[in-house]
Every structure is written in C-alpha cells, then in structure tokens.
Nanobody
Framework: QVQLVESGGGLVQAGGSLRLSCAAS????????MGWFRQAPGKERDFVAA????????YYSDSVKGRFTISRDNAKNTVYLQMNSLNTEDTAVYFC?????????????????WGPGTQVTISS
C-alpha cells in the first residue's frame, strides 16, 4: 500500500505559477508511474500529466501542454507539478496517483492509490 499526500496548492492570480508536490510513503517503489489529475466543481476528474518510471517519459493533457511540467525525485519519493501561466480554468482540486501501468495513463481507473488532493484557485 502506498500513501500519497499532495501539497503546494493555494490562491494565485492569473498568469502566476505554483508548484505542487506529492510525497509517497509506505510501499514506495521507483517502478510506479505517477500521475496528476484535477477535478473542478461539478466536473469529472480529468487527467493532467503523468511520468513513467525508468525512462521518465512524460505525458500531458492538451490543456496544460507547454505550461505544466511533471518531474520526479526518486531519492525523495516525490513527484512535482510545476504550473506556469495559470488561468481561471485551472482552478480545481489536484490529485496525485500512482500505478504500475505504463499505458492508458490518462484513465483514472488505471491508478490504484490516490492522495486526498490539494486545492488550486486562480483569480482573474
């Protein structure tokens, strides 16, 4: 069992930046693919980004490509999401998750462990 805890959320003006962190504990393994998802009020949980283990291949949703960067520090069992050029549509609760899969990474049902989420609010 892996426990995940997100941090770094908050309130920022449009055009600003935030860096989210996700710390893993328990049965951690550097062989996990790590993903970020987000859920706005009244909407489904959407894929944001993922990073595989080993080659550190990265994947992004079209809505964040070029603005967000996912990275990981295996020594710290932590994955990061650097978010730049934020806009009001990025307002959501952001969740990190992990999976042993290396395919269909945009699908939330591929992930077995989830953090409780961190709120990100972008003001206009």
């Amino acid at each position: 069992q892996v426990q995940l805890v997100e941090s770094g959320g908050g309130l920022v003006q449009a055009g600003g930046s935030l860096r989210l962190s996700c710390a893993a504990s328990g049965r951690t393994s550097n062989t996990y693919t790590m993903g970020w998802f987000r859920q706005a009020p009244g909407k489904e949980r959407d894929f944001v980004a993922a990073i595989t283990w080993g080659e550190d291949d990265t994947y992004y949703s079209d809505s964040v490509k070029g603005r967000f960067t996912i990275s990981r520090d295996n020594a710290k069992n932590t994955v990061y999401l650097q978010m730049n050029s934020l806009n009001t549509e990025d307002t959501a609760v952001y969740f990190c998750a992990c999976t042993l899969a290396r395919w269909d990474l945009s699908k939330s049902n591929q992930y077995g462990s989830w953090g409780p989420g961190t709120q990100v609010t972008i003001s206009s």
